[in-house]
């Protein structure tokens, strides 16, 4: 912010009218050269661009600075040549009328240079088509072509245009570059035949001459050598260090094809070059009688064979003058200095002569042929004011076009402000200014201006001389204010004037004049028969050049000066119809020196270009308006109504906005359109407030435009986020959908397949068949029985696979039996053999044998280590193969007593402690009775045939199955055992008899009963 505010001390202010110092010339120069030194070459004063020459390049013309400036308001980028061309292009285009842009300044000064960017700012921003591009290229291109053969290295330029020009644009209603044309002023011809010191010949030559290829040099009989040539040599300085002559011929070569140059046209317009450099190497010698006579046969016949002029024809017109007597035409020879004067005047006017040519050859080319309306805006690149320490008969002209042109810039300038305050209903103050017209007058006066006294020296017979002129001069125009002569100077002025001098109080300052060279140069004189030579010229532009018609007119052809000033009259017409804008171009020292600022020679040229006066014109009344709309928009921030949005008109508004900030009445005007600001201080200090303010307005943008961004950005991935979710979700939908009818499919298959289930597999069912085996086959061997026992818990098979499943069931169970019976020991399979031995004997016989069958046979119920040692020691010898213990009930009164029961090989036993109390030789054992119920009992039969002898025995045993069967085992029968009934009888000794009775019952119980029976009640297995 600081920046911004110091910013006018250090760069200056950009518009001259906002000077408060308006009228000071140091003030003015102050800030050109703040700028200067900032590389800020232009500035305004009001529309007018003031610019100044860098000689540097600086980095403000590309295409990124061209988009800047197109569109934009005038005042609102810094000031800029693509400003006002811009500025003009938009007001033609919205206004549909004609412009032009007078740029001038003195030589070096940079109005080619300003005209250039204009031109191009035109052919990048304007609208192109292919055949508006032609134009476009053929606009541009007409450039280096009339450079090449217009301009010239001169002491203050390298590439002087030594031709006034004038060029129209001319566009279309859309604002395309349809066509131009160009108008050519003064051409400063002598610099074909002279160069001063350190100046050159017009650059085609030495384009020629260092850039043609061998072929056409050999054709034009040139030698690639600018020192060979008399007319290249002059200024000493063939070379210049800022010119390439190669590249700028290989430019202008291709822009002649661009604007439609034939071969032949390039081939005559060369000839006439050459032509030219070869008439000056013409050496004229005295003859024996003093006339002048030619020598170099060479040179004539290459001039002879380019002109096509047959060499006596030539010769003859370069050495005699033709006289036309009353009858006859009289040839006398000129002396050598005649002949050199009439040789280089031929020269002058050839190359003059092809010179406008070629602008109307271009012109031609560039011609619009389409005759709707077009709008133009015009670029007159034109000599400024000059001032040399020698001014001759060229400044003269000069300098009177710029009085004309300064008419007409008061004129227009004048017109354009009051018509604004009318226009806006704001009071004119009339502006005091000084009125050129006197000066114009004393030049241009029929009878008594300059110009006519010069011609009337020019024509009339007799000895008339520069210094004639002078006289006269002082005679007629003598007591005029602002013309003086060394004669009628006084004391002190004449000091500073020559006796051939005169001095002219031009509206920019004084100019004193040589007259020496007026008349010759004014009469421009070119023999007659040399024209009529050229005449006879087979190169098509000399003929076209010099038409036959020309020399029989007898009128003597108008002077130089009438010439300029009858074209000065019509560019001053061309140029009143149309809105003038201004570029003035200021070079700031003369050594072509970047950053150097000469104060004495800036002084001079703003002087000379009447910019004090411009600027005293435009700060008449108010150094600032603007529009309201324009005025509102930058300021509104300043105050609270305003900002950010007025709602009333655009006047009301600023009203609101200036009593804000407390403008005095008489600081400001209030016009239709526009807000008129007396002083540049009230502005400034508006603009001050305006920089405070901008800052904080910024950031707080800044803030609401990050937020809008972000927001703009969230919204953004919003509605992709809903996008992508919508896409996902349609994809999720359709994948979903195509589940779900594959599924319907299936299942319908499914259906299909089970209400045909039980059909012969075909189309219909085969896949739910496959289904429903895979199915329970897969189910199958998930839930196959765990063992054998199980193996009724066999999955139900459905009907198609009952074969299956039936055979697989027995698969299975033999598959289980034998993996079972793989496991089985030999001692488990001895006593399972045992348990079938024991189902043979009591299965479905007697009541409790279901539930022993889990109960294990074990080898012995009695180890070695619990029997009686005595006892065992006793029986040992028979091998004992099992034993039990058992109660026996005696046979007599059926007492309980614990016994063991001991099989051997060959006997059982029944033993307490370490008595054998019965031993029973299998031999002697008859059978075993047991009950059908669930007792324990059993009684041995055994054989009595001794009263001593002890009966049967009635045991109980609790492993009653395991002792039986092992028993039955060891004697190796099984029939010896039987399942009886409610009672058995039993032998207590021979002879006498006991009868167990077998009862069922609620409780097991043992007891003797009355009838002398051993009762055994037993309860029954079913009920248990
Ligand atoms: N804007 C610029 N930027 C850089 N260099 C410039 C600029 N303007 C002019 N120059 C330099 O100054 C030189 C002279 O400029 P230019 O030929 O435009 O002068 P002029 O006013 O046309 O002179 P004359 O009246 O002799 O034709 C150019 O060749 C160029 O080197
Ligand atoms: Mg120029």
């Not at 600018?226 to 430019?251: E, F, I, M, P």
């Not at 993996?819 to 024991?838: C, F, H, N, P, S």
């Amino acid at each position: 912010m600081e920046a911004s505010l110091t910013a006018r001390d250090r760069v200056g202010i950009q518009d001259f009218v906002l000077l408060d110092a308006y009228t000071s010339e140091t003030a003015f120069l102050d800030n050109l050269r703040k700028r200067f030194h900032e590389n800020l070459i232009y500035t305004y004063i009001g529309t007018l661009l003031v610019s100044l020459n860098p000689y540097k390049e600086l980095d403000i013309y590309s295409k990124k600075q061209m988009d800047t400036y197109m569109g934009v308001n005038f005042f609102e980028l810094p000031p800029h040549i693509y400003a006002l061309a811009d500025n003009v292009f938009r007001t033609m285009m919205s206004e549909f009328n004609n412009h032009f842009i007078l740029i001038s300044g003195e030589s070096g000064a940079g109005k080619t240079e300003a005209c250039k960017k204009i031109l191009h700012f035109y052919a990048v921003s304007c609208p192109s088509t292919k055949i508006l591009n032609n134009v476009r290229d053929r606009l541009l291109l007409s450039n280096p072509v009339l450079e090449a053969f217009g301009n010239a290295k001169t002491l203050k330029n390298d590439n002087s245009s030594r031709f006034g020009k004038y060029m129209d644009i001319q566009f279309d209603h859309q604002g395309g570059a349809v066509g131009g044309h160009i108008l050519s002023y003064l051409l400063e011809k002598s610099r074909v035949v002279h160069q001063n010191h350190g100046e050159r010949n017009f650059h085609i030559f030495y384009q020629l001459v260092d850039g043609g290829d061998e072929d056409l040099l050999r054709w034009l009989g040139l030698r690639r050598d600018c020192q060979h040539y008399n007319y290249l040599v002059q200024g000493d300085c063939a070379k210049v260090s800022s010119v390439n002559d190669r590249s700028d011929w290989r430019t202008v070569r291709k822009a002649l094809s661009v604007v439609d140059f034939s071969e032949s046209d390039v081939e005559h317009l060369f000839g006439i070059v050459a032509s030219v450099l070869h008439l000056g190497n013409l050496k004229f010698e005295a003859d024996t009688r003093g006339y002048a006579a030619l020598h170099n046969s060479q040179e004539m016949h290459w001039l002879s064979k380019l002109l096509g002029i047959p060499a006596q024809v030539l010769q003859q017109g370069l050495t005699h003058r033709k006289i036309e007597a009353k009858t006859e035409e009289v040839f006398s020879p000129f002396s050598v200095d005649h002949a050199v004067y009439a040789r280089d005047a031929l020269a002058k006017a050839v190359y003059g002569r092809t010179f406008n040519w070629l602008v109307n050859k271009i012109n031609e080319s560039l011609a619009n042929v389409d005759s709707s309306r077009k709008t133009v805006i015009g670029l007159l690149d034109i000599y400024g004011f000059e001032v040399f320490t020698v001014n001759s008969f060229e400044q003269f002209c000069i300098n009177y076009c710029n009085e004309k042109l300064q008419q007409l810039f008061i004129q227009l300038t004048l017109k354009s402000e009051q018509a604004e305050y009318e226009m806006e209903g704001v009071e004119w103050e009339p502006v005091p200014y000084f009125n050129n017209k006197i000066i114009c007058d004393l030049v241009e006066e029929k009878h008594r201006g300059i110009i006519s006294l010069l011609d009337e020296e020019c024509l009339r017979p007799g000895e008339a001389t520069d210094f004639t002129l002078l006289e006269k001069m002082e005679e007629i125009i003598g007591g005029h204010p602002h013309f003086v002569t060394h004669k009628l100077a006084d004391q002190k002025t004449r000091k500073s004037l020559a006796r051939g001098d005169f001095r002219l109080l031009h509206y920019a300052g004084e100019v004193t004049y040589s007259v020496v060279g007026f008349l010759d140069k004014n009469n421009d004189l070119l023999y007659r028969n040399g024209k009529e030579v050229m005449q006879q010229s087979k190169n098509l532009i000399i003929k076209h050049c010099f038409p036959p018609s020309e020399p029989d007119q007898k009128k003597r052809p108008e002077t130089v000066v009438t010439q300029f000033k009858s074209s000065l009259v019509g560019l001053i017409e061309i140029l009143g119809t149309k809105e003038p804008w201004y570029v003035r171009c200021i070079k700031p020292n003369e050594a072509k020196e970047p950053g150097r600022f000469d104060d004495v020679l800036v002084r001079h040229q703003v002087k000379y270009l009447g910019l004090m006066e411009h600027l005293r014109v435009r700060r008449a009344g108010f150094a600032y308006r603007r529009k309201y709309e324009i005025f509102l928009q930058r300021y509104k921030p300043l105050c609270p109504d305003t900002w950010p949005n007025w709602k009333g008109t655009a006047a009301e508004g600023v009203q609101v906005l200036i009593k804000h900030l407390g403008y005095q009445p008489d600081e400001y005007k209030m016009g239709r359109t526009k807000i008129f600001i007396r002083h540049p201080r009230t502005l400034f200090a508006t603009e001050d407030a305006f920089q405070v303010c901008k800052h904080k307005l910024a950031t707080k943008i800044q803030a609401k435009y990050k937020g809008y961004r972000v927001k703009g950005d969230y919204q953004k991935q919003k509605e992709a986020a809903t996008k992508i979710e919508n896409c996902w979700r349609g994809l999720m939908a359709r994948k979903e959908r195509e589940k779900r009818e594959w599924a319907v499919a299936i299942i319908k298959r499914f259906i299909k397949g089970f209400m045909t289930r039980n059909e012969p597999s075909g189309a219909d069912n085969r896949e739910y068949l496959s289904y429903v085996r895979h199915s329970y086959l897969t189910r199958l061997r998930e839930n196959l029985p765990k063992t054998l026992l199980h193996k009724d818990l066999w999955l139900t098979p459905p009907p198609i696979l009952k074969e299956t499943s039936l055979f697989l069931k027995q698969l299975f169970i033999r598959h289980m039996v034998r993996k079972y019976v793989q496991g089985i020991t030999e001692e488990r399979k001895a006593l399972l053999l045992l348990k079938v031995q024991t189902s043979f004997m009591f299965k479905g016989k007697k009541e409790s044998y279901p539930l022993s069958v889990r109960t294990p046979f074990l080898d012995t119920r009695i180890g070695i280590g619990d029997m009686n040692m005595k006892a065992l020691r006793m029986i040992k010898h028979e091998n004992v193969k099992y034993s039990v213990p058992v109660v026996k009930y005696d046979r007599n009164g059926f007492r309980p007593r614990p016994r063991q029961l001991v099989f051997t090989r060959d006997a059982a036993y029944l033993l307490d402690e370490a008595k054998i109390k019965q031993r029973i030789r299998y031999g002697s054992l008859k059978g075993v009775s047991v009950s059908n119920l669930s007792d324990n009992f059993l009684i041995l039969h055994v054989t009595c045939d001794d009263v001593k002898q002890k009966g049967d025995l009635v045991l109980e045993c609790d492993f009653l199955f395991e002792a039986l069967t092992k028993l039955s085992a060891i004697v190796d029968k099984c029939d010896f055992i039987q399942v009886v009934q409610d009672s058995v009888r039993f032998d207590i000794q021979p002879g006498r008899e006991g009868v167990v009775d077998f009862r069922s019952g609620q409780e097991s119980v043992v007891y003797r009963a009355k009838n002398g029976h051993l009762t055994v009640k037993s309860t029954s297995t079913k009920s248990r």
